[in-house]
């Protein structure tokens, strides 16, 4: 392979990187946005269920004890 080759393909998987990248990034906002609206709407359900969670990792973490 030649020089120019391996540049040629070295930007072309750069570009490629960069496009992935601003799909993910523009991904993650969207989904950041939709939760952030979400728990907005319903506060209370969304509190609810955190505690629930948290209970039961917690439940989980404890192991049991006799």
Same mark, same amino acid.
Do not use: H, P
């Given at each position: 392979m !030649?020089?120019? +080759?391996?540049?040629? $393909?070295?930007? /072309?998987? &750069?570009? !490629?990187?960069? +496009?992935f990248?601003? $799909?993910?990034? /523009?991904? &993650?906002r969207n989904?950041?946005?939709?939760?952030?609206?979400?728990?907005?709407d319903?506060?209370?359900?969304?509190?609810?269920c955190?505690?629930?969670?948290?209970?039961?990792i917690?439940y989980?973490?404890?192991?049991?004890?006799?």
């Amino acid at each position: 392979m !030649k020089t120019r +080759d391996i540049t040629d $393909k070295t930007r /072309e998987i &750069a570009d !490629k990187f960069q +496009d992935f990248q601003r $799909k993910a990034t /523009e991904t &993650a906002r969207n989904v950041t946005e939709a939760t952030d609206q979400y728990i907005r709407d319903n506060t209370w359900t969304s509190i609810a269920c955190a505690a629930l969670l948290g209970c039961i990792i917690g439940y989980l973490l404890s192991g049991r004890r006799d």
